[in-house]
């Protein structure tokens, strides 16, 4: 075997493990660079870890996380850190110091996935994971397919000692550590990739649009925690009020996206996940009405007019253009959607038993300034300049976009950080 | 390698609560192999007993009883040796609790009536890691006779050229080829370009100046224009690209498959095998065969595929209302080079034209846009309809008809910008006809949103039409590999070089040739941009991976490769045929040549093989059928009601995980079920399903992904292939007098862990439903 070792000098940090800091990680390790990957979260995979599917194949996420998990654990050169936050980048392109954050994860490296700790802990929490839809034990497992495959304890076992003393006693194999504490480490890269992703945008600041108000008013996000096999409810699509199977639901696109007063851009994948989230109650409720309320049906390409095309095949979907101006309670859970027409100004009202609102997606660093010499817009999206070169951002950290999207600029990416590292 | 054995069976997260270990250690025993316990092989202690082992005792072939191999990779991963990991854990004890499998009483013991089906579980998958280990060897990676690391890049347009700036910029020497006498492609023919970058507002100069500049002026370019490829032999690495000036026609132009209406005689039969051939050797008379390696030909290690797209012509009755021959009826990309000219003017009388209607969506009936198109299309009318403002600002006027605006992203921002313009027009509705009207045109249209017919006097009508990739009509590539000069299956996609794949976006079934730009989607300049970026990645990539003699994805870092043993080859073509990658050519007797650079390691020339000549060092037919044989079948000798024993061969990338899953939150099914992990369902031999009953097992199963035209198989086409192979098993089975039903497969994604258990139930129900094997005892 012939080590081509004369182009692996210096090594390229990648900050988020998302499906973007995934892809730019393992595609530059896999040319033969050393790659660490910084994820804040306690397991990799971010925010598509989440959904139920893609869109347009209606495939799972898990099956290309796990195809990426297999990656690094082919590759040594990847180096992975969780629970971990960048608090300051010094030098310059080719030389970067780069402080890293360890927060504790008060399970050690003995941890098995036995599960022990879970069974023995009585401390619940929301689970963030979920959208707060479920409560779990504060020691637990962060989602079945998890990379690290290891335990997390909440910091609020440890806060009742009671329980972390049942906790640290249920683990036979003494991987229980409350003494751990936060640790720093200093990095030295070439490079730095800021895949820091999004979030989603927060519905309570919609205020015509009911969220937090009326239970039966959900989220996209929420919609695929949902549908997903492991989430809340075990892949049912129950309205929360009453755990009743909704008989119509109407989607809101552009909750909060397209909108000055809240995220003045195009989301770019709530109309096709909303198409997407159709399918997911129509393939449950035979006879469930869909109606989607939109301003403009943003399916571009042939692929996505494809699935749209098809969506618009199925008769108890129905399609109405017009900006959703107010939600009423219409009794018994229900809810009373009222769009109107942007230009005469007439309304309809349509009562359905659950709304989704499409929310969209707001970059990370839109509330979280990122710890570095970067610009970035005034909606908090990072702007690249290759001309300065050395630090980078991809995916949605730089634009919205849809995963294959994201792929492909991650890819590309890890070209821009090797050629950092090739130049010098 | 000469092998010393070790067994370690883990007696952690509930195995050694579990099960009898020492009954356990016995069956190692049996074998020969050393035994030693530890309550947690994985934690500081446990891993120093295995590594004191390998350094005092040699052990350097480990069988690791404890969890799956999906945990703890990396600390059961030991210099120079071979580990194999018997998952009892998460497959046994973990998906079979004592509360619904009990163990024995003491009295129940060797009672002849009675059996431990979760010990015997564990005993079989020992057995099975034993006899695998046995039959395995480590890789060496295989090397390619010439290494080259020289990037061809197929395409001068603004991809190409970004491509191949991004290529040299890392350090590679590249070849540009354009067919046409200049670089540039369309962006050259463009009057102004979309936005690069933030703030996404306004329309810039075109960069295809500066690109073709630094493309030229780059030491590590070299740039061919008149130039296309001829063929393109070899593999990754190690291409041989014979190139020639368009039209020309040389020996070396690769043989073309024969057209479908030439592969049947004049009623309309199929001609046979020996008349095709006549056919295909006349059809390409004066072309070499692809085995014929051009002696001129220049070498190459992986290529870019960006020749790009040309613009669609509108054509036919559904677009008849749209006077698409009117002759100031144009497409977006003629008004392109008409606004590139000068002042806006239209073609039937050079008049200036201040009024333009732009009509996106052509359908009366349906709200799509025209063919090919997709966010770009949108932000040209949008783009175009700017230019009428620039060229006429006191009275121009610009009216674009859609139904939806499908600048999505950042993109909107441009399309806010262009709404601030009191000049433009926008308004979402269906146009139902396009008539002249004294010298000019009329539109007529519906406004959606104010339910009333509109009119609109035109001096010219702009079409957005879409873009045709180059692959639509013509292979480009002309690859001098048996399965054809073209990519394969992408009519799937339109004739786009696309991935099938949302993750990996530059997988395709060709190894080492990367598509990027309008080839693989309608795209902006700025996704085409980012995209060559990917795919120089991905090349890049590719070259490093061949030449360290690994595979590229989805098996990256993968040493082995198939080896034939050719003298019992029948050159029956099947690994020709099935290979979803293309990785083997065969001669004119039908000997496969292999190219393992272009393989990706599924492993389904093994499956297809009649022979079983086709095997990997670390996985053949002889590793997985040994741990096929391996399996007690107990039977009315042993017990008075023998329990039944199914094999399941699953597919090691999404079922094996589900069932990793279904153990980890303790769903239980039949204890009497055998599981064999193997790399792709198309690598499934149907000998391992023949040896399975004529051992007197009583069913096997498949668990594979979805297939079909959105098919989830990593490898293309293994999990189909295994239907195919297991549909044709029939009359295997009735010569064993077997009933069909005794073989089945189901499709299973990594999320169905929770149907684990009904589908594996169900099926052993079945099984038990038709009685015993007869053939069990023998």
């Known amino acids: 075997m012939t080590e081509n070792t004369a182009l692996a000098s210096g090594s390229i940090m990648v900050v988020g493990g998302g499906i973007s800091g995934l892809t730019t990680a393992l595609e530059a390790a896999e040319v033969g660079y050393e790659v660490f990957l910084v994820e804040k979260n306690p397991y990799l995979g971010g925010r598509v870890a989440q959904l139920n599917q893609y869109f347009p194949k209606l495939c799972p996420p898990t099956c290309g996380l796990e195809i990426n998990f297999r990656r690094i654990k082919d590759n040594p050169r990847v180096k992975v850190l969780t629970l971990a936050d960048v608090e300051k980048v010094d030098g310059g392109p080719g030389a970067y110091t780069v402080t890293v954050r360890l927060n504790p994860r ?4 003995n941890c098995t996935c036995c599960g022990d700790c879970t069974e023995a802990c009585q401390t619940e929490i929301e689970s963030f994971f979920d959208f707060g839809m479920k409560k779990i034990k504060g020691a637990h497992l962060p989602y079945e397919l998890a990379y690290p495959a290891r335990f997390i304890i909440h910091s609020s076992v440890k806060d009742s000692p009671e329980d972390a003393q049942r906790v640290k006693q249920a683990c036979k194999y003494d991987a229980v550590d409350f003494e751990m504490e936060a640790k720093t480490l200093e990095l030295q890269v070439g490079a730095v990739v800021w895949a820091t992703g999004w979030e989603p945008y927060d519905a309570k600041k919609i205020d015509n649009l009911g969220f937090g108000t009326y239970p039966n008013i959900i989220t996209n996000m929420m919609m695929e925690r949902m549908a997903a096999p492991n989430g809340p409810t075990k892949g049912q699509i129950l309205r929360p009020s009453d755990n009743k199977g909704p008989d119509s639901v109407a989607f809101v696109q552009c909750a909060g996206s397209r909108d000055e007063n809240h995220l003045p851009y195009c989301s770019y994948i709530c109309c096709m996940a909303s198409l997407k989230q159709a399918t997911y109650v129509r393939e449950r409720y035979p006879d469930a009405k869909i109606y989607i309320f939109y301003i403009d049906m943003r399916a571009p390409g042939l692929r996505y007019e494809k699935f749209y095309k098809k969506i618009k095949e199925d008769e108890n979907i129905f399609f ?105 | 390698m000469d092998k010393k054995y070790g067994v370690y069976i883990c007696t952690g997260c509930g195995i050694g609560d579990s099960l009898d270990i020492d009954a356990l250690g016995d069956v190692a025993k049996e074998e020969g192999f050393p035994v030693q316990n530890h309550p947690m092989f994985c934690g500081k202690e446990g891993v120093e007993l295995l590594k004191s082992d390998i350094e005092t005792n040699g052990i350097n072939t480990l069988v690791i009883a404890a969890c799956s191999r999906r945990v703890n990779f990396d600390i059961f991963r030991f210099e120079g040796c071979q580990v194999d990991r018997v998952n009892i854990r998460e497959q046994v004890v973990w998906s079979h609790p004592r509360s619904e499998f009990p163990r024995l009483e003491e009295d129940q013991k060797d009672d002849g009536i009675h059996f431990d089906r979760v010990q015997m579980l564990a ?40 491509a191949a700036l991004d290529a040299a910029n890392t350090g590679y020497e590249v070849t540009v080829v354009e067919k046409t006498a200049e670089l540039g492609g369309h962006a ?103 085995l014929t390696v051009d002696p001129n030909g220049e070498p190459f290690g992986a290529v870019i595929l960006a020749a790009g797209w040309s613009p669609a012509k509108p054509k036919g009755d559904q677009y008849a209302h749209l006077g698409i021959d009117l002759p100031d009826v144009v497409t977006n ?105 004294g010298d000019g045109l009329i539109v007529k249209a519906q406004d959606t949103l104010l339910g ?186 042993d017990y008075e009601e023998p329990p039944y024993r199914i094999l399941g061969l699953v597919c090691e990338n999404d079922a094996y995980p589900a069932i990793d899953i279904a153990g980890l939150n303790r769903l239980s099914y039949s204890a009497d079920v055998r599981f064999i992990p193997i790399r792709c369902l198309g690598s499934m031999n149907v000998i391992w399903i023949k040896d399975a009953l004529s051992q007197g097992m009583d069913g096997v199963f498949l668990l594979g992904c979805k297939h079909g035209d959105d098919y989830q198989c990593h490898f293309i086409k293994g999990s189909e292939l295994a239907e195919i192979r297991v549909k044709k098993i029939g009359d295997a089975l009735a010569s064993l007098a077997l009933e069909n039903e005794r073989v089945a497969q189901f499709e299973l994604a990594i999320d169905d862990y929770d149907k684990i258990p009904q589908i594996v139930n169900e099926f052993v129900d079945s099984i038990e439903a038709l009685g015993p094997n007869p053939f069990k005892g023998f």
Request: aromatic share 8%; charged share 25%.
């Open chain 1, 106 to 109: 008060y399970v050690n490296e």
């Open chain 1, 320 to 424: 109405i253009k017009g900006k959703v101006a107010e939600v009423s309670d219409a009794g018994s859970g229900n809810i009373t959607v009222t769009a109107e027409n942007a230009v005469t100004g007439e309304k309809v009202h349509q009562t359905v038993e659950m709304v989704v609102l499409a929310t969209g997606m707001q970059p990370t660093a839109a509330d979280a300034k990122l710890p570095a010499d970067l610009k970035v817009t005034e909606d908090g999206f990072v702007i690249n300049d290759f001309d300065q070169g050395g630090m980078f951002a991809v995916g949605c950290a730089n634009k919205p976009l849809d995963v294959v999207s994201s792929n492909q600029n991650a890819t590309g990416m890890a070209l821009k950080a090797i050629q950092t590292l090739a130049s010098k």
């Open chain 2, 188 to 290: 050259k023919t463009w009057r102004k370009q979309l936005p690069l970058g933030t703030p996404y507002e306004e329309l810039s100069a075109p960069v295809i100046d500066d690109k073709i500049k630094a493309v030229q002026d780059h030491p590590k370019i070299t740039v061919k224009t008149e130039t296309v490829v001829a063929r393109m032999a070899g593999e990754p690495g190690n291409f041989t690209v014979t190139l020639k000036k368009p039209g020309e026609k040389i020996e070396f132009d690769v043989p073309y498959p024969l057209p479908e209406e030439m592969t049947v005689d004049e009623n309309g039969k199929e001609l046979n095998a020996e008349q095709l051939h006549e056919k295909f050797m006349e059809y390409n008379k004066g072309k070499v065969d692809i």
């Open chain 2, 123 to 162: 005993d079989d998958y020992l057995k099975m890691g034993m006899a695998r280990v046995k039959k395995i060897e480590p890789p060496e990676a295989y090397q390619v006779e010439s290494f080259n690391r020289k990037i061809l890049v197929i395409g001068g347009g603004i991809t190409g050229l970004s």
């Open chain 2, 452 to 637: 009333r017919d509109v009119q609109v006097n035109a001096d010219l009508v702009v079409l957005a039409a879409g873009m045709e990739p180059a692959t639509k009509d013509d292979p480009v590539v002309n690859m001098a590999y048996r399965q054809g000069p073209a990519f394969r299956d992408i009519e799937l996609f339109e004739d786009y070089v696309d991935s099938n794949y949302i993750c990996f976006p530059y997988e395709t079934q060709r190894t080492g040739i990367y598509a990027a730009g309008g080839i693989r989607r309608s795209m902006t300049t700025e996704e085409s941009i980012e995209d060559a970026a990917g795919a120089a990645l991905k090349a890049i990539q590719c070259l490093e991976s061949v030449n360290r003699g690994v595979s590229v994805h989805p098996r990256s870092g993968d040493m082995t490769f198939p080896d034939f043993f050719m003298q019992r080859c029948t050159q029956c073509k099947r690994c020709t045929q099935e290979c979803p990658f293309g990785a083997i050519d065969d001669d004119e007797k039908g000997t496969p040549k292999p190219n393992a650079a272009r393989c990706r390691r599924c492993g389904t020339c093994m499956g297809c093989c009649p022979e079983r000549i086709i095997n990997f060092s670390d996985y053949s037919i002889d590793s997985i059928g040994s741990m096929v044989k391996a399996i007690g079948v107990p039977s009315e000798d």
């Open chain 2, 333 to 437: 990309a003629e008004f392109e080079k008409i606004a590139k000219q000068g002042s806006i003017k239209r073609p039937s009388d050079g008049k200036q034209a201040r009024s333009v209607v732009f009509i996106q969506s052509p359908d009366k009936e349906d709200d799509n846009d025209f063919e090919y198109t997709g966010a770009v299309t949108s932000l040209v009318a949008l783009k175009q309809a700017k230019y009428v403002r620039e060229d006429f600002p006191a009275d121009g006027k610009a009216f674009i008809f859609y139904q939806h605006m499908r600048t999505v992203g950042l993109a909107e921002n441009f399309y806010k910008s262009i709404q601030q313009d009191e000049g433009i027009f926008m308004t979402k509705g269906t146009v139902t006809e396009v008539s002249p009207n």
